[in-house]
DNA sequence: CGTGTTTGACCCGCGC
DNA sequence: GCGCGGGTCAAACACG
């Protein structure tokens, strides 16, 4: 069980894989909305997704958010460390962009993650932060962004994939993106 | 001491 | 060409 990585295997392979993603997503803007317990974690998420019904108890420290999620590519993120590839493809790497209604930004997903960077951004009394997997030889980014307009609202941006297992045990960050899979199989 | 955060500088693409 | 906005680097710092 070590199929991570089979997760996001829907990457830009193709110069019209990723089309079929963004089409779909981007246009009709998948939107999906559930209550989560836990702020560190999908897990409730999760839960909620599969069985609306569950156990949507927990005591958390009373911060209860609803979660939603929408998944959309987006091209043209060449950088300027593109060793490989002479600029054949524009389509780089798929981003999933999680929203997430939340008032911690920090969100555990089992993965652990480096800090690298904090921007303004404009539009967006917010800062955006940037985040990289720690994994030797993981290349996964990740952005949070918090909207100015509605301070509850997170938006998280994960961009590549991981190829090696979760190193926490909390395992449900999994399960989520198993479902997006279902999404940009589209 | 190792690991992660902070923070300003730098880099690069793009529009004017 | 220049300025702007977004993304990254890296040195210094904080914390266990």
Known sequence: MDNYSSIFSCSSSSTSSASHLSLNMVN???????QGDKANGFLGLMTNMGAPNSEANNNNGGVS???????G??????MK????KKGEKKIRKPRFAFQTRSHVDI???GYRWRKYGQKAVKNNKFPRSYYRCTHQGCNVKKQVQRLSKDEGIVVTTYEGMH???IEKSTDNFEHILNQMQIYTAF
């Not at 009709?28 to 559930?34: G, H, V």
């Not at 958010?65 to 998944?71: D, H, L």
């Not at 590519?73 to 060449?78: L, S």
């Open 73 to 78: 590519t987006e091209i043209n993120d060449e």
């Open 65 to 71: 958010q609803s979660k939603s999620f929408v998944v």
């Open 163 to 165: 190829s090696h297992p």
């Open 81 to 84: 460390s593109s060793e490989k």
């Open 107 to 109: 969100l555990d997903d």
């Open 28 to 34: 009709s803007q998948a939107y999906l909305e559930f």
